[in-house]
């Protein structure tokens, strides 16, 4: 193939053949406008890997409301307005709108200031407090109920003059799902896109002063070690440890299915049920870990699918049978992350670049926690929370025979649902069949067809012209997208894939490509694991294989830390590898690099 | 060939008529005696480096030599004479001058103490088996007084003879050092700067040969981008010329001095090897065989003990240097542990050279920032930057 000067405009993609229809799945305001051919796009391949099921948009539309709310309204950041996003053929491109005019950075800069500032100087309060909002909103969606529309009212309605009957709920209570899903996106972004900007500067200053320096060791050098995100693994080993004490550790074994093992712990006794209630313990809500970020409503959690877990169940009751689990040895990990912060100092050349050092490295190490800890708020608990209640009115649509299963919810988008339940709500009242059923199966049955046909299709790295600095803070902050990033994308080596250097070494070793969590007990020791997101709801597995390689994520994710403190390479943020390579390729991972080498 | 071992100590060596002509490498010190190279070696040995054991033939000796060959400084003054823009009149004059200098018999306290030092290198300063000092090989180097880069350079600083063998050629290359600062290009060097020829001298260092398995240079700090933090280091089979001269793509390595971690492998294709022949001319460039083009020429152990002893040395100096090293050959096992590997390799490490690193020094550096009143302002000035 030769190589284009640059990369495709919106408009000369054409639609895939036999997913031509792949509008109707997604709303007007994600179409690529004519005008949208002059701006540089770029594939959101870190947090959208695949085609979006139509509900899933949602967590494109929601959080890109939130972020930009929050850059542009909310703190008013002087160079960057927010981010607006398009789909085509199933996928998202985003570009950044910035602020170039001078005057008007000058006028944003006076507001966002005090603002930005007042964040940074209550910092650790105002997280506590938002610790607080956010559990107050994730109790507030377990508490939302779906209607169960039963034959007639109980008496106590009419009795206590309530009023309002079940169908009202049914819409009121979807759109207290999706307002909760808003408001816990602008939360969400509350503190983040200060947290990561105290990161950016730290990293321009580490790049600056050593331009030799990795991310990772910069990222080494900030990573806090007492994170929550570290509890669902250290949950596991806890519960490992207890089976061996209890007894029951027979049960444990490699391949174990959970339903079994749940079943044959009830015959277990007291040791069995004393396990199963310290298993119930850890469940809520550690177990609300997501296989995935959140994007996608098949990133199932542990809870949903406890195969995960399972898998590594029986690992960890082997090394806690054979005198223990060793645990994280959080105070060598600290002695190293002073080690190397004051190696950099010392090589710093003068007392005022060390001062500096000391308080970008001391913002970034305030922010941390919270830029750490928010994802197991946000992306795990409450989004795994949020899906389950989706699905819970997907359930109640399978019944009313609108849709044929409670998943295919997830092929409607969020005002179809909306409509679905207007639809359900008449037929309860005017005791009549919804028309629903005979209007929804043939187009979610399409758009499942589509969804497999755009599944295969290579979207471009980028469309639009490409703009001659790209040096905007947010966008490199949020995707590490950079000119030289660009370049790779029009230079593309076909065997090579090209992430983010996330844990040093090199590797080779036989690859394993998993699409989905279900599939993590088909991985053998050593082998290299391939996979769409290494969320943290992966990390149990770090103990079997031999490097990570993933199509989401960068320096600073969890996946990339735990692999860090494993001491394996490991090459995040690649966008296309689960895609490009293939289980049984010999590849080489070069931690150092980013990049992946598919050598047979 | 024997590996590194401690070098000729200082009572002793080269005692007699002649010790002001020779002196050895631990009490080489000032480079108005024995040359740049010369008083570098000097300093590294006494750093408890590892280099190959040798002594210098001072400038004294030069002075000597010349003497004799020129006692009311004729020769001399004619070369000066010579204007700098008339090559011919140059190429015919430094002709002669060289001739004389590489025919002429040495001055026998000049040829006695180098013969003395000679065999003292070969048997280690023990009198126990005097045929052995007739074999044993050297390495035999210019070593310029004046450390100017540009003057040293055309002073005939790159001037290596190896693989040299027994007394008479060792004598011979002394000599061919030496005629080296007549070199056509170094006197219209000097005649363009109108320098004075009776400043010129030279010392010559010579040193026990070795017959590396793998040589090159490093950096302590990163020569492409200044980097402080890591130490750059360039490889390749055989001897380090085949790199210098640029016959071959280097392996490169790049080491973290903060982490320890090798976060650069760029191992390169390397087509060529360079191999000395005893008393040959120069080295001799050779295909790189097959199995060994494009392996690795540094394991992680050998990288990691390199970057340990630029570390020592750059410590040593207190400045950033530019080092030229050989491996030794030894055995070659694969130690699983990190740390015992490094500590093997570092036993059959020696340095050649080192000299301070100038490229970088020499530039103005932009501070990567300064201290601001609130640590936020930090943040708040990245987001106020207009793109």
């Not at chain 1, 305001?29 to 770029?42: C, M």
């Not at chain 1, 542009?72 to 005019?101: K, M, S």
């Not at chain 2, 542990?337 to 059959?348: G, L, Q, V």
Request: aromatic letters at 8%; proline letters at 6%; glycine letters at 8%.
């Amino acid at each position: 193939m030769t190589e284009p000067a640059g990369f495709p405009l919106p408009s000369q993609i054409a639609d895939v053949p036999g997913a031509e229809n792949w509008r109707s799945m997604y709303r007007y305001f994600t179409r690529f406008q004519p005008d949208d051919d002059k701006r540089f796009w770029f594939y959101n391949s870190m947090h959208f890997p695949e085609p979006m099921p139509a509900f899933d948009t949602i967590t494109g539309e929601v959080p890109y409301q939130a972020i930009g709310a929050n850059t542009a309204r909310l703190f008013v950041f002087p160079t960057t307005l927010g981010i607006e996003h398009r789909i085509v053929n199933g996928r998202v491109y985003i570009t950044a709108n910035p602020v170039l005019d001078p005057a008007e950075i000058e006028r944003r800069a006076a507001e966002f200031g005090p603002r930005a500032g007042y964040y940074f100087e209550h910092w650790d309060s105002l997280y506590e407090g938002w610790k607080d909002r956010l559990r107050a909103l994730i109790a507030e969606i377990e508490s939302i109920s779906v209607p169960s529309l039963p034959e007639w009212e109980p008496a106590e309605v009419v009795f206590g003059a309530v009023g309002v009957a079940q169908n009202h709920y049914l819409q009121e209570n979807f759109h207290r799902v999706l307002a909760l899903y808003s408001k816990m996106w602008h939360h969400h972004t509350e503190m983040l896109m200060l947290g990561y900007g105290a990161y950016v500067v730290f990293f321009q200053f580490c790049q600056q002063a050593f331009p030799e320096i990795s991310d990772q060791t910069v990222a080494r050098m900030v990573a806090g070690i007492d994170v929550i995100m570290y509890r669902p693994d250290d949950e596991l080993k806890r519960l490992a440890a207890l089976a061996v004490e209890l007894g029951v550790d027979d049960l444990f074994t490699e391949g174990c299915v959970a339903a079994d093992v749940l079943s044959a712990l009830e015959s277990r006794g007291a040791a069995g049920a004393q396990w199963l209630e310290a298993l119930g313990k850890a469940r809520d809500p550690w177990f609300h870990v997501s296989s995935g970020d959140g994007f996608y409503h098949h990133h199932l959690s542990w809870n949903d699918d406890l195969t995960v877990p399972f898998t590594a169940l029986p690992g960890y009751v082997a090394a806690a049978r054979g005198g223990g689990i060793r645990p994280r040895p959080t105070e060598q990990l600290i002695a190293d992350r002073e080690r190397i912060a004051s190696g950099y100092r010392e090589l710093l050349a003068t007392s005022d670049e060390q001062a500096a050092f000391d308080q970008m490295l001391g913002l970034c190490r305030l922010v941390f926690p919270f830029v750490e800890d928010h994802k197991f708020y946000c992306e795990h608990w409450f989004t795994t929370r949020f899906f389950q209640k989706v699905k819970a009115f997907g359930e109640l649509l399978a019944r009313s025979g609108v849709i044929a299963a409670a998943d295919d919810v997830f092929h409607l988008h969020h005002t179809e649902v909306d409509e679905a339940l207007a639809d359900v709500s008449l037929a309860w009242a005017a005791g009549s069949p919804p028309l629903g059923s005979s209007h929804f199966p043939p187009i979610i049955a399409e758009r499942k067809r589509m969804l497999k046909v755009l599944a295969d299709w290579s979207p471009p790295p980028a469309l639009g012209p490409v703009p001659e600095a790209l040096n905007d803070p947010a966008v490199r902050m949020l995707w590490g997208i950079t000119s030289e990033r660009i370049a790779a994308w029009l230079n593309p080596d076909p065997d090579e894939v090209v992430g983010v250097a996330a844990s040093s070494g090199i590797v080779e070793g036989i690859a394993r490509v998993l699409h989905d969590v279900s599939e993590i007990s088909s991985l053998r020791d050593g082998e290299i694991l391939v996979v769409p997101v290494t969320a943290p709801s992966w990390a149990p597995v770090f103990a079997k294989i031999a490097a990570a390689v993933s199509d989401i994520g960068g320096a600073m994710s969890h996946a990339a830390i735990v692999a860090r403190e494993y001491g394996m390479p490991a090459v995040v943020g690649c966008g296309d590898a689960t895609k490009r390579i293939r289980t049984g390729d010999r590849v080489r991972v070069d931690g150092d690099r980013g990049t992946v080498r598919v050598l047979e | 060939m024997t590996g590194p071992a401690s070098p000729p100590s200082g009572p002793g060596s080269g005692s007699g008529s002649g010790r002001e002509f020779a002196v050895s490498l631990i009490d080489a010190r000032d480079p108005a005696v024995v040359g740049g190279k010369g008083a570098s070696l000097g300093e590294l040995t006494r750093a408890g480096v590892a280099v190959p054991p040798g002594f210098v033939v001072a400038v004294a000796a030069f002075t000597e030599a010349m003497t004799a060959l020129d006692p009311d400084g004729a020769l001399r003054a004619e070369v000066e004479a010579l204007p700098s823009d008339d090559l011919d009149a140059i190429a015919t004059v430094t002709a002669r001058v060289r001739a004389l200098i590489t025919e002429a018999p040495l001055p026998d306290s000049v040829a006695s103490a180098i013969a003395h030092a000679y065999v003292e290198l070969g048997t280690g300063g023990g009198a126990e088996d005097i045929l052995v000092l007739v074999n044993t090989e050297v390495a035999v180097r210019s070593s310029a007084t004046v450390e100017d880069s540009a003057a040293a350079s055309f002073a005939g600083l790159q001037d290596t003879y190896l693989g040299v063998v027994g007394l008479p050629s060792v004598h011979d290359h002394v000599c061919r050092c030496w005629a080296s600062l007549y070199n056509d290009e170094s006197v219209a060097y000097r005649r363009r700067l109108r320098l004075p020829e009776a400043g010129v001298s030279m010392a010559v260092v010579v040193q026990r040969m070795v017959a590396p398995r793998a040589a090159g240079v490093m950096f302590t700090r990163s020569p492409v981008t200044g980097d402080r933090s890591v130490v750059a280091i360039e490889a390749t089979w055989g001897l380090g010329s085949a790199l210098v001269s640029g016959d071959v793509t280097p392996d490169a390595f790049i080491v973290s001095k903060v982490t320890g971690e090798i976060t650069t492998r760029r191992v390169a294709s390397k087509i060529k090897i360079h191999r000395y022949r005893s008393n040959g001319p120069g080295v001799t460039v050779e295909d790189m065989p097959t199995s060994l083009r494009d392996v690795a020429s540094l394991t992680d152990g050998e990288i990691r003990a390199l970057a340990a002893i630029a570390r020592q040395v750059e410590a040593h100096y207190g400045a950033p240097q530019d080092i030229e090293w050989a491996l030794l050959d030894g055995g070659g096992s694969v130690d699983a542990d990190a740390d015992i590997a490094a500590a093997a390799a570092a036993e059959r490490i020696v340095l050649l050279q080192s000299r301070p690193e100038t490229v970088w020094a020499a530039r103005e550096r932009t501070p990567a920032g300064a201290a601001k009143p609130r640590p936020a302002d930090h943040v708040l000035s990245l987001f106020g930057k207009p793109l």
